[in-house]
């Protein structure tokens, strides 16, 4: 296995790319989208993401990963494209049937198609099928007999910010629609996976999947809820819970105001779905995790009637710290609903990007810096817990109404309590 052809280069597949070409393995990457392209053909990068920038510009530079608007001929074919759900809450999986059609006409005997993007049990399968259909005049899994082209679902399962590390040293699920898929596509893993490669089915992978995710969902739904029940007593849910996890088997995850980015927001429903009667406690979480920004909101009314007209600064966009990523983002969706409802009172701070969404425009919330932030009264609503904020001292907080979904600046004032 010497070339893969990497479709689609978003927070997933251009990582995956760059890292496999800095392993030896002559990478092509691919992308609809021809700003990308240009990007990485000229070594930069159009996501943030920690040492990514260096390793790109390496690997161009040396002519390793080369970027691409179609496809090209590769021994293997790695599909990393969005699974988005639909308004109806069904999953998207127009991306990965448009892949499939596009590495179809370059597939030749001997190759692999691994899908890598999140996908609802048999869409391997389902992928099969439509590249049988656009090659007749080869044998792919389920056509009978030794397939010409292995197919087979291998999920990524790396956490945004520590991507390269977590690319290489984490487990992996190979699921093959054949032992012979499954064993081609391993000898992809090999050459740049440290932990262990495990060998399973297509539908078993794709559930692994969305189990992981969903067991992370259920995880902080249980957090959010308790966080609202605490409210409720009055008590301070960070002590309860930091008291709580000091019990042996006991690990409860941190409340927030909801759970965003594309996948542990998104892949539950993916299992509610298929199996509406039977997945009652995921679908639950999901309901708790998303009634958590609408409390949030309903915090700031409560402030905001303590102090009639008074400004509301909140402190972070994206969906959790660190990352400039705003999809799915409960903060972006609680700020757009402030801004609509409390027009011109309402300003963020996002250290992450430069430019603000046009739906922030529209809520009448103008994107500022932090030193302008601090100097603003009223209320302080802490939505992400990006380092930078974790570090703004006591004093600058000092007179205004803090919300703190997060905890953060909670600690600060304990840790100070607990000092005398
Ligand atoms: N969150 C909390 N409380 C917590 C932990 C997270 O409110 O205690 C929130 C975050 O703020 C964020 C959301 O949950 O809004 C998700 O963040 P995350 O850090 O838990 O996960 P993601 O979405 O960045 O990445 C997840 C990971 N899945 C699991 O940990 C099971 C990652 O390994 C997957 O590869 C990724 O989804 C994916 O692409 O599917």
Redesign the pocket.
């Known amino acids: 296995m010497t070339s893969v052809c990497v479709i689609g280069l978003g927070?997933?597949g251009l990582p995956t790319a760059a890292l496999m070409a800095s392993q030896g393995l002559r990478v092509y990457g691919v992308d609809v989208n021809p700003k990308v392209v240009e990007t990485i053909s000229m070594g930069g990068i159009h996501i943030a993401e920690a040492d990514l920038e260096g390793l790109v510009q390496k690997v161009v530079s040396n002519g390793a990963l080369t970027a691409h608007r179609q496809p090209v001929e590769a021994d293997a074919f790695m599909i990393t494209v969005p699974t988005p759900l639909k308004d109806n809450r069904k999953p998207d999986l127009d991306y990965v049937f448009a892949a499939g059609r596009s590495i179809a006409p370059h597939l030749k005997k001997g190759n692999v198609v691994i899908l890598e993007s999140?996908s609802p049990v048999g869409t391997t399968q389902a992928l099969a099928q439509v590249l049988a259909a656009a090659r007749p005049d080869l044998r792919f899994p389920g056509n009978g007999g030794e397939p010409d082209v292995s197919v087979a679902y291998c999920?990524?399962?790396?956490?945004?910010?520590r991507i390269l590390v977590?690319l290489v040293e984490?487990d992996r699920c190979v699921g093959g629609l054949t032992q012979t898929c499954t064993d081609r596509a391993i000898a992809v893993y090999e050459a740049f996976v440290r932990g262990a490669i495990l060998r399973t089915t297509a539908p078993t992978a794709e559930l692994v999947?969305l189990s992981?995710?969903a067991?992370?969902?259920v995880?902080?739904a249980f957090?959010?809820e308790l966080s609202l029940v605490a409210d409720r007593h009055g008590i301070d849910v960070w002590e309860a819970i930091e008291l709580a996890n000091r019990h042996p088997r006991v690990n409860i995850?941190?409340?927030?105001?909801?759970?965003?980015?594309?996948?542990?927001?998104v892949?539950p429903w993916f299992i509610v779905d298929a199996a509406p009667k039977e997945a009652r406690l995921i679908r639950t979480a999901r309901e708790v995790?998303d009634h958590?920004a609408h409390y949030v909101f309903d915090l700031v009314t409560e402030a905001l009637a303590r102090q009639p007209g008074a400004q509301v600064t909140c402190f972070g966009l994206a969906?959790?710290?660190n990352?400039d990523?705003l999809r799915?983002?409960?903060?972006l969706e609680i700020v757009e609903r402030l801004g609509h409802t409390y027009r011109g009172r309402v300003s963020v701070v996002e250290p992450y990007i430069s430019e603000a969404p046009a739906s922030l425009a529209a809520a009448g919330v103008p994107l500022i810096p932090l030193d302008q932030a601090l100097e603003r009264k009223g209320v302080f609503l802490l939505l992400?817990?990006h380092a930078i904020f974790t570090r703004i001292s006591r004093e600058k907080l000092a007179g205004r109404a803090i919300i703190d979904t997060?905890g953060i600046w909670r600690m600060v004032e304990r840790r100070r309590a607990n000092n005398g």
Not at 328 to 331: A, F, L, T
Request: hydrophobic share 30%; aromatic share 6%; charged share 30%.
């Open positions: 927070y997933i999140t999920p990524e399962r790396v956490l945004p910010g977590e984490n999947k992981e995710n067991f992370r969902d995880n902080i957090a959010n995850l941190k409340p927030g105001p909801g759970v965003g980015g594309h996948c542990i927001a892949d995790n958590k969906f959790k710290a990352v990523d799915e983002s409960p903060s992400v817990d997060r």
